[in-house]
């Protein structure tokens, strides 16, 4: 094998390798707080956002909070880095994004499910 191969070969391996810590990198699973607490890992955890507790964004910190309840009802502190989602307050589900430090959860992103306002309610559908 001639020197150019090999080095051609040291190229290709090497690509493959941050190609695929990339990919496994951007993999994040859907789990509820329990399993992100287990894992460590970052994962997207959906639920809804506890109304009757406190949100709030902090200028100084760049930081919004507010509680939320996973699918199972176990309720944690979310903490944003950045401003609060447009249309949270309409938000029918939450979905956050990210790892649980210090027994709170830190979002890197939080989506918001809204309702449509092209579903019908079911009394729209008249049957003959």
């Known amino acids: 094998m001639n020197k150019k191969t090999l080095i051609g070969i040291v190229i290709i391996a090497i690509f493959l390798a941050v190609g695929f810590f990339a990919f496994m990198d951007n993999k994040v699973e859907y789990a509820n ?7 460590h890992k970052t994962c997207q ?7 009757e507790k406190e949100s709030k964004f902090d200028a100084q910190t760049n930081q919004f909070t507010f509680y939320m309840k996973d ?4 309720e944690m502190k979310v903490i944003l880095d950045g401003a609060k989602p447009n249309n949270f307050e309409m938000a029918e ?29 079911g009394e729209d559908i008249k049957r003959n």
């Open 93 to 121: 589900n939450v979905v956050a994004k990210g790892k649980i430090k210090d027994g709170h959860f830190h979002a890197k992103e939080v989506l918001t499910k809204c309702p449509s306002k092209y579903e019908g309610t």
């Open 33 to 39: 707080f329990k399993k992100a607490t287990e894992t």
């Open 71 to 74: 699918e199972n009802g176990v």
């Open 45 to 51: 955890v959906k639920g809804s956002w506890v109304r």
